[in-house]
C-alpha cells in the first residue's frame, strides 16, 4: 500500500492515470480537485506539496470516478462558464458549448445596437443564450422557453443569479407563440441524428435535447417552418445545427419564405450557425 502523502501533486498524477480516455485529463483533473477541495486550480499551482485532507480526498474520487465514466464536468461541478458568465448546470440541461457562442455574436452582429427587439430563446435549456443577450443589450425583451418543466426551474435560477430580466414560459417551439409577435427567434435545438455515433459525454446529457428524427432536422424545420407567422416583418432568425446540415437549414428557410439565408462559421471553420429574414 502506497505511504506517499496526499498532496496536490500526487492526487493530480494518480486521477490523470484515470482519465486517459480523456483529451483533457490534466485540467479535468485540476478543476474537479479545486471543486472537492474548494482551492482554486491557482492555489493548486502555488501548492503542490499541500496535504489534502480526507473529506476532500473522498469527494475527488468520487468525481474522478464519474469523470472516467464519461459525464461532463459540468454536472460534477453544477457549474459551467457560457460568454465569461457562471451558470448553474444539472444533468436536466444540456451543457452549454463554447460553439453555441456564434449564435450570440450572430444575433449581435446582425440586430442594430440600440434598436429594441422582442427576442425568443426557443428550448432554453440552462438560460445561456438569452442571459446572455439580456447581459449585451438593454433593448431587447427577452423571452425564453422550453417543453420541460425542469429545465426552466434551472434557467429561472439563473436568470435571478445573474440579474438578467428573461421571462420564461413552458412551450413546445413556436406553437404558443402569436402571429407577428416577434423580432428575434434564436434555438440551439437538437440536431444530432439517432443512431449517430457521439462522444461518451453527450450520451450523459437529455436525450430530447440532443437527437432529432429525420437525420437530425425535425426540430429545426418544425421551428423554421413555423416563423414566418411569428416573425414580424424583417425579423431575425438564428439557428445552430450540425457541421454538415447548413446546405439543408438554408433550403428549408428559402422553403419557408424566409430570405437571406446565410451560415456562419465556427473556429473549427464549419458552417454552424445559420440566420435568415422575415419578408
Request: a neutral charge.
Amino acid at each position: 500500500m502506497s505511504t506517499s502523502p496526499a498532496t496536490v501533486a500526487v492526487l493530480l498524477g494518480v486521477a490523470r492515470q484515470s482519465l486517459t480516455a480523456s483529451a483533457s485529463a490534466r485540467l479535468d483533473a485540476e478543476i474537479l480537485l479545486g471543486a472537492a477541495s474548494g482551492l482554486s486550480r491557482s492555489d493548486l499551482y502555488r501548492a503542490p506539496e499541500q496535504v489534502i485532507d480526507a473529506a476532500a480526498r473522498a469527494r475527488f474520487a468520487a468525481f474522478i470516478a464519474r469523470r472516467a465514466a464519461g459525464e461532463p464536468i459540468a454536472y460534477i461541478t453544477g457549474e459551467c462558464e457560457f460568454w465569461s458568465l457562471p451558470f448553474r448546470i444539472t444533468a436536466d440541461v444540456l451543457v452549454p458549448r463554447v460553439e453555441t457562442e456564434l449564435v450570440v455574436e450572430t444575433v449581435l452582429a446582425q440586430w442594430p445596437r440600440e434598436q429594441p427587439a422582442v427576442v425568443l430563446d426557443l428550448g432554453t435549456g440552462s438560460g445561456a443564450i438569452a442571459a446572455a443577450l439580456a447581459h449585451e443589450r438593454r433593448a431587447f425583451a427577452l423571452l425564453a422557453s422550453d417543453r420541460s418543466s425542469t429545465a426552466l426551474t434551472v434557467a429561472s435560477a439563473n436568470y435571478r443569479r445573474l440579474g438578467v430580466n428573461v421571462a420564461c414560459y413552458r412551450g413546445d417551439w413556436l406553437a404558443a407563440v402569436g402571429a407577428a409577435a416577434l423580432d428575434i427567434v434564436v434555438a440551439n435545438p437538437p440536431y444530432v441524428a439517432h443512431g449517430e455515433t457521439v462522444d461518451a459525454g453527450v450520451m450523459h446529457e437529455p436525450r430530447e435535447a440532443v437527437f432529432a428524427a429525420d437525420h437530425g432536422l425535425a426540430a429545426l424545420a418544425c421551428i423554421i417552418a413555423d416563423a414566418p407567422r411569428c416573425l414580424r416583418a424583417g425579423g431575425l432568425i438564428v439557428l445552430e445545427h450540425g457541421h454538415t446540415q447548413a446546405a439543408r437549414v438554408r433550403a428549408l428557410c428559402a422553403r419557408a419564405g424566409l430570405s437571406q439565408g446565410l451560415s456562419v462559421r465556427d473556429l473549427a471553420g464549419y458552417e454552424r450557425v445559420t440566420f435568415a429574414r422575415a419578408p
